[in-house]
């Protein structure tokens, strides 16, 4: 195929080889960044998304030479330090992604680059324990136990010695932990409708609860399940989960991700042979059970399945809109609401269902806010990249702001903090699925 200027076709992606011992070469891996890393600065169309690129676009204009070359191999790390894996270059701005002859793939080189280099063991302590959700939900979610936690990650002394110690930034939004997690809200919990499938869904749902939904924010899944069986649809919880790991693979650690894949897939393949249809309330979440799982481990039947059978809860509910199966009687209208869409609900090429869904609800303008928060999870919180975190939000917030909302938020609830924090008007986010809760009237 000759190469064009470009790309018109839909994106592709590749399975990653991550089994391959060539893939933790460092001197293969460098190559392969000075190839990418040459075409990127040759364009320069996504220095806006994140910090990574204006990273490397930096070094490039530092060296001698004005060119990558002339960039020492040392250096590529600050540029894989500041890619929190948001997927935007992929999905939304890179002309160049297969099936175009330069296959160029930055997320997934970013996450290449992650895990040589923790397989070179050159990880921090502190984003070993911000990644593992599961140990530290456990134990900070134990009553008094998280009421503690959340009252010392108010104080500003302890916040101080926080940063000092562990690298966790004094001005950072923290989540808090509530004792009554969606687990314990929803025990027990069963659904009088009954399911009645339509075009691709199944009509019956089965919410895996995701670490930070279970421990952190657990009211969105009470209005998740009030909505869906308001809807005819019965919902139930996964009956057991580890960490979709998402966390982990941000950090590369590949052994970690393939265990919670094997705590997790079998499980959740059970319940779709039984005809359950499956969901998550985080957008990572569903990301990683769609696209990240199947591409590290793509002959595994179970994991495909899984990704076949797993939705975004905006996108099933739309999915029934089409088939006529979404009742409309909402008692309450919601006026402006800012929405910001999510990047890993973005790269999941739903389109913006949230939105639409939102939209049908009478008196309701919804403004949709398609930039990253800059948050993702981890980023945000640390010490060397909370600046760089806040200056990525500062759109955002502009766009918020500038729409003077009755309601704001994300599907991402850490998002919507993130923003809610930068704002700093004592406002706080909703949930979509909660304001969409509210208009029925439920």
Partial sequence: MAAREGNLDAPTRHALDWRNPDFYSAASLHAEMERVFEICHGCRRCVSLCHAFPTLFDLVDAAASLEVAGVAKADYGKVVDHCYLCDLCYMTKCPYVPPHPWAVDFPHLMLRAKAVKFSQGDVRLR??????????????GIPIVAQTVNAVNKIGVARQALQAVAGIHAGAWLPAF????????????????????????????????TCYMNRNEPGPGADLVAVFEHNGIPVRLVERERCCGMPKLELGDFASVAAAKEANIPVLAKLVDAGWDLMALVPSC????????????????????????????FEYLMLRHKEGRLRTDFKQPLGRVAYHAACHQRVQNIGP???????????????????????????????????FAMKIVKPVVARVNQAEPDHYGSDCAMA?????????????????ITLLRFAYGI
């Fill in 286 to 313: 569903v990301l990683m059970f769609k696209q990240e799982l199947p591409l590290l481990f793509p002959d595994d039947a179970d994991v495909q399945k899984v990704k076949a059978a797993f939705f975004d809860p």
């Fill in 127 to 140: 984003d070993k324990v911000l990644t593992s959700t599961d140990a530290v939900g456990r134990f900070a």
């Fill in 416 to 432: 919507g903090h993130h923003i809610a924090h930068a704002r700093a008007d004592g406002s706080r986010p909703e949930h979509p």
């Fill in 353 to 387: 269902k949230t939105r639409e869904a939102l939209s049908l609800v009478p008196g309701t303008e919804v403004e949709i806010i398609e930039r990253c928060s800059g948050h993702d999870g981890t980023y945000a919180v640390k010490r060397e990249f909370h600046e």
């Fill in 178 to 209: 509530d004792s009554n997690s969606m687990r314990k809200r929803l025990a027990g919990h069963v659904s009088a409708a009954r399911a009645e499938a339509a075009g691709r869904t199944r009509g019956r749902v089965a919410l895996f609860a």
